[in-house]
């Protein structure tokens, strides 16, 4: 078992990673039209990240902070995965995810 000061921490980081990501997939949208070979990439990426995300909620409702971190940051990976591809809009938001300047 973890220092009651560490799993302290790492619940903290978990709790601010499932916001911050959770908040970035609600603001990416696809930007391929739907119609575009390419669209169906851009909803793998979503999936992927939307996927990832539930996974870090049950880890973190198990206690497995570490899992759980794990899965947060794959998820937000996907994402700034996608934006930095040009396959998902993220708003010229570099703060949340990761750009070309």
Not at 50 to 69: K, M, P, S
Request: hydrophobic residues 40%; proline residues 3%.
């Amino acid at each position: 078992m973890a220092e009651p000061r560490v799993e302290a921490a790492l619940r903290e980081r978990v709790t601010r990673y499932l916001t911050f990501t959770e908040g970035a997939l609600s603001r990416v949208r696809a930007t391929p039209p739907r119609r575009s070979f390419l669209h169906g990439g851009a909803e793998d990426l979503l999936d992927m990240a939307r996927n990832y995300l539930r996974d870090a909620r049950h880890f973190e409702a198990q206690g497995d902070l570490v899992q759980a971190l794990a899965a947060v940051s794959y998820a937000h990976a996907w994402l700034d995965a996608g934006v930095r591809l040009g396959l998902l809009d993220g708003g010229d938001d570099d703060q949340t995810f990761t750009q070309f300047r």
